[in-house]
């Protein structure tokens, strides 16, 4: 089966930097995912890796490092609205497997 | 919103009753999902089909039944479920499947918050 192991719980003050950690092991590899997902909503898409390296885009970036099986996702600048669960997810096959999910609590 | 419609957002039933939940994605994708979310759980894939073919049955209960009759519409069909299916089940669309590039990005629908009594 397919292991993706993510925190579960991290709280940030308004406006710090918050890195998501993802470490996985999976038979095959044909990407990364991160999702937000807000409570009560659906997973929107955040940033797709597939080489190793940094991808940024604007306050989120995302890392990849295929050797070690692992991600991170750099939150910049928090704001409150970027409270809300950050799903990792890998692509294997025809399938994403998922996560549980980093659930983000961002204080003033 | 994410081009991705899902209806209903809620749905209350018995153990003994038949309902259907419906997705449609008007990205013009090739590749529709069904998940399933629990409390605390990863999101779990139960179905996945391409070009309109079933490509993927997680190993699903038979009391669950995906219809797809073209690339842009998907159904879930309920029948005899169990207290233990309550959960929020979430449809996605993608551009392709295994393509290795971003064309893989599924784009999820709202979701059905479903109550089995």
Same mark, same amino acid.
């Given at each position: /089966?397919?292991?993706?192991?993510?925190?579960?719980?991290?709280?940030?003050?308004?406006?710090?930097?918050?890195?998501?950690?993802?470490?996985?092991?999976?038979? /095959?590899?044909?990407?990364?995912?991160?999702?937000?997902?807000?409570? /009560?909503?659906?997973?929107?898409?955040?940033?797709?890796?597939?080489?190793?390296?940094?991808?940024?885009?604007? +306050?989120?970036?995302?890392? $990849?490092? +295929?050797?070690? =099986?692992?991600?991170?996702?750099? $939150?910049?600048?928090?704001?409150?609205?970027?409270?809300?669960?950050?799903?990792?997810? #890998?692509?294997?096959?025809?399938?994403?497997?998922?996560?549980?999910?980093?659930?983000?609590?961002? +204080?003033? | 919103?994410?081009? #991705? *419609?899902?209806?209903?957002?809620?749905? #209350?039933? =018995?153990?003994?009753?038949?309902?259907?939940?419906?997705?449609?994605?008007?990205? =013009?994708?090739?590749?529709?999902?069904?998940?399933?979310?629990?409390?605390?759980?990863?999101?779990?894939?139960?179905?996945?089909?391409?070009?309109?073919?079933?490509?993927?049955?997680?190993? #699903?209960?038979?009391?669950?039944?995906?219809?797809?009759?073209?690339?842009? %519409?998907?159904?879930?069909?309920? %029948?005899?479920?169990?207290?233990?299916?309550?959960?929020?089940?979430?449809?996605?669309?993608?551009?392709?499947? $295994?393509?290795?590039?971003?064309?893989? *990005?599924?784009?999820? =629908?709202?979701?059905? +918050?479903?109550?089995?009594?």
């Amino acid at each position: /089966g397919q292991n993706i192991d993510q925190p579960t719980e991290m709280t940030a003050t308004e406006g710090a930097i918050v890195q998501i950690n993802c470490t996985y092991q999976t038979s /095959g590899f044909n990407g990364l995912f991160w999702y937000q997902q807000h409570a /009560g909503e659906a997973p929107t898409f955040l940033s797709y890796n597939v080489l190793d390296g940094l991808e940024e885009k604007g +306050r989120f970036s995302s890392f $990849l490092s +295929r050797s070690k =099986g692992y991600s991170y996702l750099l $939150l910049k600048e928090l704001q409150m609205k970027d409270s809300a669960s950050y799903l990792c997810a #890998v692509a294997t096959d025809y399938k994403l497997s998922f996560g549980a999910g980093t659930t983000v609590t961002v +204080r003033a | 919103e994410t081009g #991705v *419609t899902q209806t209903p957002r809620h749905l #209350v039933m =018995g153990m003994t009753n038949k309902k259907s939940l419906k997705c449609e994605q008007h990205l =013009g994708h090739n590749a529709m999902y069904w998940y399933k979310q629990s409390a605390k759980k990863p999101l779990e894939l139960m179905f996945v089909y391409n070009f309109k073919e079933q490509t993927e049955n997680n190993s #699903v209960p038979s009391r669950f039944s995906p219809e797809c009759p073209n690339s842009s %519409h998907l159904f879930l069909h309920l %029948h005899t479920l169990q207290p233990e299916d309550s959960a929020l089940y979430l449809c996605a669309s993608s551009q392709e499947i $295994l393509a290795g590039s971003s064309t893989d *990005t599924q784009y999820f =629908g709202p979701g059905t +918050r479903l109550t089995v009594l």
